[in-house]
């Protein structure tokens, strides 16, 4: 995520001021539907209700969350894709929705990156890899040995076919020239519960909801796939660290509009929602629910989304994934 600020300074004065005196030309009239293509509860609705009451306060109008849900978030991201483009509807896409789904889906029906506009990043989340606490290896660099004589036995749990908790563990075995059996669960909370039961070994799983588990002692973290050390493990190495540097990964949340929506309701979003982002009670906030804040300019986004989808693309051709 070279592009994008994360964990340091969320402000970024220079990337928001040049569009300022242009995008303050733009104020809503009614309220703003804000969708999220999962259901109310998770992490991506959670951020979307944060951000939005922030955003609301400054554009004078309601932003109101709409969880909208099926497809494995195509059915949301679709209902923004078919929204005229006046501003009033936003989109909070994440990884999957964005950059994997056009992989995995013959019919899609859209493109998400020429059927929608990008107006910033809002959240990242890293995975960590997580052992059953049985398995023999007490560092990422024995269990890669441990993987590699034993090709094709042990086996990782993930949220089903084509979930972040999929694809990132097949971009770790193709980088790290590893065969572990795959295990997709109907979610990826009952794959953590059967990697801490040790139905299966291991898992790549979203950082909050692991968190509490490593923290009790029941499964061991051997590495994150940030770019850094996270700030919860601090004794967790990156995958880079261990020598994967081709591993690093992060699941991601980003506000968007329908396609051709106007350059200056673009920046004005694009500079409420950094503002937002940039206050220390939504950081904290956002921290408390195990996700990072980050800001983005549009043109940021934009090619941060075709090197993602270009990344994921490989990945999930070269893994053969299909969806359930």
């Known amino acids: 995520m070279s592009v994008i600020t994360r964990r340091a300074s969320l402000a970024l004065p220079a990337l928001i001021l040049p569009g300022a005196a242009l995008a303050q030309s733009w104020t809503p009239t009614r309220g703003i539907r804000f969708v999220v293509p999962f259901a109310a509860g998770g992490a991506t609705d959670v951020v979307a209700r944060v951000v939005g009451e922030p955003m609301a306060e400054q554009l004078g109008q309601p932003v109101l969350v709409e969880n909208r849900t099926g497809a494995g978030g195509n059915v949301g991201v679709e209902n923004v894709v078919r929204s005229a483009a006046d501003g009033y509807s936003l989109l909070m896409g994440t990884t999957g929705t964005l950059t994997i789904n056009p992989h995995l889906y013959a019919q899609l029906g859209f493109n998400p990156l020429t059927d929608l506009t ?55 075995k193709q980088v790290a020239r590893v065969d572990i059996q795959h295990v997709p669960y109907r979610g990826s909370a009952p794959a953590l519960n059967d990697t801490v039961a040790g ?65 200056v309701v673009v920046r004005r979003v694009n500079a409420v929602l950094n503002e937002a982002l940039g206050r220390q009670n939504v950081r904290a906030r956002l921290t408390q629910v195990g996700a990072d804040p980050v800001s983005s300019t549009p043109e940021e986004l934009a090619s941060f989304m075709r090197a993602e989808t270009e990344k994921w693309g490989r990945v999930v051709r070269a893994a053969n994934i299909t969806v359930n």
């Open 118 to 172: 990008p107006i910033g990043m809002a959240f990242a989340t890293d995975h960590v890899l997580v052992v059953n606490s049985q398995v023999p290896a007490q560092t990422a660099q024995e269990l890669l040995a441990l993987l590699r004589a034993r090709p094709g036995q042990l086996s990782y749990g993930s949220g089903g076919n084509g979930t972040s908790t999929h694809t990132v563990v097949e971009l770790f």
């Open 199 to 263: 139905t299966v070994q291991m898992m790549l799983d979203q950082l909050p909801s692991a968190l509490p588990q490593i923290q009790g002692g029941r499964v061991r973290a051997l590495a994150v796939t940030g770019a850094r050390r996270h700030p919860a493990l601090p004794d967790v190495p990156t995958v880079a660290e261990i020598g994967l540097p081709g591993a690093e990964a992060s699941s991601w949340g980003a506000v968007l509009a329908p396609a051709n929506t106007p350059a």
